[in-house]
């Protein structure tokens, strides 16, 4: 772990305030009287800015003229969040802030709320790019991230009337945005269609149009590691001015229409987040934004060299793949390698292999991006060409290895058949040096499964990096009563930066002291929850009933609808007086669906409907709530978590690839009511299995299952529990009497039930008794609650990035920090 070397910004709160009020006047032309907390908020960021730019620069002159390779983490999304509070704490200035807002007239509250958070991805792996650029930054790691600036990120959710999910989009930008700063002079050019042709043996691409890529750079503050890394977002702008001939004709719609396409290709987030649709646009914003960043990177690493010596690249900087999304970025190496740069083949296949790794997030068959070589072809002639060429010679190696021809077959990374397809998994895997998935038993199931053929091949290429939060978003800022409460346990802070120091609180889990002290930051947590809650959607909430929390992307095979079951079912108890000692709940959900997914909306429709019948139902008032806040997004995790009890990770075992909600709600003293699947695994095992409520069946379970003749309706009929609430779905008790809303989940339930969430129903019931007792013993819980917190510290993503560091990447944080 780097030390902490960079002192906190020396100057005062007062200073601070000056530099406030000089922002104000001089950059915005605002009076103070007049201000409101929106220009407040634009001056205080532009202050904070000031205070980065020089370490902003010396990064960068560090890591180009140094001899440390630095990290491209190449994503299409980068879910980040609001700045402005984590810019303030990184660098030190956060208690000068508290002063200055006060000297100023504005409560902090207020400033920070006038920022508008950037929804530049759907969730967990957008997430878990913005925690590891803020742990590279941290550890001191020269690196970039490349990604898009969606115009519109993921659409803002609302729910009608009858509960039902409607998407509205989400403008951004419509306010001043002060963090990022468009560097025009970086510009890249990016080509589209056309054709291949061979001009004596040289092979040269004629494309048939170029947009331009303008970056947009966001400063990424290190955890007061005295270092700023780059956050380059490409925005598509067009190169074509009016075309003037056609506006002396008026054909003025005409003129502007190459313009208006340019500047679509980053204009919108595709919200869906598995089964990629194979769209054109799609793949336009995953060319555009990778081949950028590659001559971004080239630009960057040999300044001023017209044709620099690129044998040299991997050395300077590694790619790593965010899951397919990027990955025409080896094709993109090799074709400027080869016709650019006039490389043969052989010494180009060692310099893309050696710069690309690959990480996998899935393992849903129809989550793997497929695209077909008829669009290449059109969108990328050349690629296509390269990727031709890369299967063959891949093949041949297979052969020469005497690898069996199905076996090859089904390796192939373009298919030979009538409707050639480019399976970008396979390239990914075959044109780079590592593949990790994403926790133990994901990694492992890419290894036995979804890459079986390849991890034969290659062992030695797969690894795991289990994945990682940063403490200092989501533990610090989040939750400043427990990280107080925290520091004063260790007696010291530093374990933000080094988060397996939280190991240190495991005795204390035993102090009655500090149990009590805990128990109190829970529950006012938990009032400020409600209180916000209340402000936000108009919630009445009960801050003295258990806290139970589902929130995630809303998917089939995460199983909301287990949940919602189980709620029908304690509800049916309630009302049939079965439930006596039943324990007061509120049930939170949050969940965006993909707006084609149906059954993921119908069951959002549910859910909202379930929570209405409960709340007019005054048999069950105080006892059990569902409450369903719209738009989940990463503010609403920051309240929700530090206020929540028990935290639902339910998935069908051996589908989640690893989660990373699971491990924020562990750090913030949730306990888990989990399967065995995805980095559950991991958490119960430093936790303790005795501080983690599981249950379900297993990934063999499934797979035995799946072998047989899985028939859901054999569970339906033996739990009358489970019966009793499908009924009530069916019967039109959450849909005004009409039968035929949730018909389509009812059907699933009883006939296909894939994902089943019937065959865990039982069990998933059942855990509910122990996890109430516990909850009944409140110093038992507590007790559990702490040593969840004090066995987590191994999820911050400061030790993914190590991990990436020691395992994949082979580089370091620069030499000096400061
Ligand atoms: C692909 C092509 C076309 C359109 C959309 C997409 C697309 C976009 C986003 C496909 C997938 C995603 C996002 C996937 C995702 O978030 N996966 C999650 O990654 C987390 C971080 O590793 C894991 O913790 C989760 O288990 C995994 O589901």
Known sequence: MTEVTAPKASLSGSEFANEIRNKLKYQQGVELSSATPADIYVAVAGAVRDHLVDSWSRTRNDMVSGNTKAVGYLSAEFLIGKQLSNALLNVGLDEQFAQA???LGFSQAEVLAAEREPGLGNGGLGRLAACYVDSLASLGVPAFGYGIRYRYGIFRQEFD??????????????????????????????????????????????????????????????????????????????????????????????????????????????????????????LEQQYFFVAASIHDAIATFYPGEDHPDLRGFPEKICFQLNDTHPVIGIPELMRVLLDEYGYDWDTAWDITTRTFNYTCHTLLPEAL???????????????????????????????????????????????????????????????????????????????????KDF?????????????????????????????????????????????????????????????????EVKQANKRDFADFAAARYGFSIDPNTMFDSMVKRLHEYKR?????????????????????????????????????????????????????????DPD?????????????????????????????????????????????????GALTVGTLDGANVEIRERVGAENFFLFGLEVEDVDRLYAGNYNPMSYV?????????????????????DRDVYAPLVSDWLTKDYFMAMADFTAYMDIQQEIEDTYRDQKAW?????????????????????????????TAPLPENN
Do not use: C
């Open 101 to 103: 807002a006060k000297e």
């Open 161 to 282: 009337d009858a509960g039902r999910q409607v998407e509205k989009p989400d403008y951004w930008l419509t306010e001043e945005e002060p963090w990022g700063h468009a560097d025009y002079q970086r510009s890249q050019r990016v080509s589209f269609g056309g054709e291949v042709v061979e001009n004596d043996g040289v092979t040269v691409w004629k494309p048939a149009w170029s947009v331009r890529a303008v970056p947009v750079d966001y400063m990424v503050p290190g955890y007061r590691s005295g270092r700023v890394n780059t956050l380059r977002l490409w925005e598509s702008r067009s190169y074509d001015e009016f075309d003037l001939g056609a506006f002396n004709r008026s054909e003025y719609m005409e003129a502007v229409i190459p313009q208006v396409d340019a500047e679509n290709i980053t204009k919108i987030l595709y919200p869906e987040d598995s089964t990629p649709q194979g769209k054109r646009l799609r």
């Open 369 to 451: 991006e497929v695209w077909s070589g008829e669009l290449i072809g059109e969108l990328l002639p050349r690629h296509l060409q390269i990727i031709d060429r890369i299967d063959a010679q891949f093949v041949e190696g297979l052969q020469a290895k005497g690898i069996d021809g199905e076996q090859i077959d089904r390796m192939r990374i373009l298919t030979r058949d009538g409707n050639p397809q480019v399976r970008m998994a396979f390239l990914a895997t075959v044109g780079g040096s590592h593949v990790n998935g994403v926790a133990e038993l994901h990694s492992q199931l890419l290894r036995d499964v979804t890459l």
């Open 455 to 519: 991890s034969e091949v290659f062992p030695d290429r797969f690894t795991n990096v289990t994945n990682g939060v940063t403490p200092r978003r989501f533990v610090r800022l989040a939750n400043p009563r427990l990280s107080a409460l925290i520091t004063e346990g260790l007696g010291t802070d530093s374990w933000m930066a080094d988060l397996e120091q939280l190991q240190g609180l495991a005795p204390l889990a035993d102090d009655a002291s500090f149990l009590e002290r805990f128990a």
């Open 560 to 616: 909301q609808s287990l949940k919602i079951l189980a709620v029908i079912a304690q509800y049916a108890a309630i009302k049939d007086g079965s439930a006596e000692n039943l324990l007061p709940r509120t049930v939170f959900f949050g969940a965006k669906a993909a707006p084609g997914y149906a059954m993921a909306k119908l069951t959002i429709r549910l859910i909202n409907n379930v929570a209405r019948v409960i709340d007019q």
């Open 620 to 668: 069950v008032a105080g006892r059990l709530q569902v409450r369903f806040p719209e738009n989940y997004n990463i503010e609403l995790a920051e309240h929700l978590i530090p206020a929540t009890e028990l935290d639902e990770q339910i998935s069908q075992a051996g589908k989640e690839a690893s989660g990373t909600g699971n491990m924020k709600f562990a750090l913030n």
């Open 717 to 737: 009929q033996a739990d009358p529990r489970l019966k009793k609430a499908i009924d009530l779905v069916a019967n039109g008790t959450f849909s005004e009497g």
């Open 782 to 810: 507590n007790r559990s609650a702490i040593l969840n917190v004090a066995n987590s510290g191994y999820f911050s993503s400061d030790r993914s990035i190590q991990d990436y560091l020691d395992r994949i990447w082979h």
